[in-house]
């Protein structure tokens, strides 16, 4: 280990996750520049400390550079006992802990994966687009309640929040091919002919863009207008800037367009602190211990740690072409659609081969 090297927290979790998060530390190894310490969480945390995420492990995720989660959960931990411990508070609680208020989610179909889509060829072809969702205000976090017949879920926005999300939606606009030259563009959704918290949303947009990031260009859509545009025309959005829940359902319609759990990536950020890596998937305790687990989600999710994380925009590239570069030879695990031309293999082949590509 050297001085440089940045302190990674892997959070391998349950079912899978131990798997994938082994081949993760294959490719860190790889990459270099890395030193990975493991830590429970989930499951395995409530079998070892009788907690999802203790006190130590969010102190480490804490003092570290960036964490790598990769699933939590099981039938094992499931219960109906509101005391008992449940894996999924040790990500709540890290959100929480970590003050993580920003969601990407990429949404890059492989080239050799076009067909899996439910989408036409034709229409996904060229799709490269970030779901930026708000992730620690709204409706989610408003006050709610029930009165009898009627219940109510409040919804409210300051504009320091708005603010500080629109600054990472610019910044990763700027950050992505072409964003340097103003090509790269901002899509913020919100529902502005209906809501007061979306009025207050785009004027706070509109002053972010003009004040600190005028050379991105910047358009606005209705949540109705972008749910139909995302997948008439998905190639045509860069970056996606939304609140909390159009965010949540707009991530779900745009990870669908790569047909494919087992690729898919996320990154929560905070203010200055480390951010949290991880795929969309979960722990998959169907196919746990068989080694056939997709490794690609875990990839990508390095990926996004290495250039939203820990500003190393070229491994980043590296790891996305070296994933692209399996695939196209016709590699696939179980998940992945096989047909023509293309070999079923397990998590270490694959593994073995992303690490041959980089
Ligand atoms: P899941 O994502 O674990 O699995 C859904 C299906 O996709 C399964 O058939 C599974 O085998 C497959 N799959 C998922 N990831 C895969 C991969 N990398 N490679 C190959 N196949 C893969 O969702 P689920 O079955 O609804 O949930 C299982 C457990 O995971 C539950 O306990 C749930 O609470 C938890 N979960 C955790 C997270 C997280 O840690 N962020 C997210 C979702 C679900």
Redesign the pocket.
């Known amino acids: 280990m050297s001085a440089e090297d940045a302190e990674i927290v892997l959070l391998p979790?349950d079912?899978?996750g131990p798997e994938?998060g082994a081949a993760a530390v294959r490719l860190l190894e790889a990459l270099g520049g890395t030193h990975v310490t493991e830590h429970p969480i989930g499951g395995a945390s409530i079998d070892a400390h009788g907690t999802a995420l203790t006190d130590e492990v969010l102190a480490a995720c804490r003092a570290a550079d960036a964490v790598l989660l990769c699933?939590?959960?099981?039938p094992k931990w499931d219960t109906t006992d509101p005391d008992a411990p449940r894996?999924?508070q040790g990500?709540l609680g890290l959100r929480k802990g970590m003050g993580l208020f920003a969601n990407l989610r990429p949404v890059r179909p492989s080239a050799a994966l076009l067909d899996a889509s439910p989408l036409k060829r034709d229409r996904i072809e060229g799709t490269d687009l970030l779901v930026v969702r708000e992730l620690t205000g709204g409706i989610y976090f408003g006050d709610s309640g029930r009165d009898g017949e009627r219940a109510h879920d409040d919804c409210a926005y300051t504009v320091e929040e708005v603010t500080r999300i629109g600054r990472v939606a610019f910044s990763a606009a700027a950050s992505r091919p072409g964003g340097d030259t103003g090509a790269a563009k901002v899509t913020s959704v919100d529902k502005a002919n209906v809501l007061e918290t979306s009025r207050l949303w785009r004027e706070t947009v509109e002053s972010v863009a003009a004040d600190e990031f005028a050379e991105i260009p910047l358009e606005h859509l209705l949540v109705d207008n972008a749910a139909m545009q995302l997948v008439s025309r998905p190639a045509d959005f860069d970056v996606i800037l939304t609140e909390n829940l159009f965010g949540d359902i707009l991530s779900d319609e745009a990870a669908m367009l790569t047909g494919s759990?087992?690729m898919l990536p996320s990154a929560s950020l905070g203010k200055d602190g480390p951010g949290l890596f991880?795929?969309v998937?979960?722990?998959?305790?169907?196919?746990a211990g068989q080694g056939?687990?997709?490794p690609l989600?875990t990839f990508l999710s390095v990926a996004l740690m290495l250039r939203h994380g820990l500003e190393r925009h070229q491994g980043a590239a590296r790891v996305e072409q070296a994933v692209d570069a399996v695939l196209e030879r016709g590699l696939r695990?179980?998940?992945l659609s096989g047909g023509d031309g293309t070999r079923e293999v397990g998590t270490d082949e694959m593994t073995e081969a992303v690490l041959a590509a980089l």
Do not use: Y
């Open positions: 979790g079912g899978i994938v699933a939590v959960g099981g894996p999924e990500l759990l087992g991880e795929p998937h979960g722990s998959a305790p169907d196919i056939m687990a997709n989600a695990t179980a998940d």
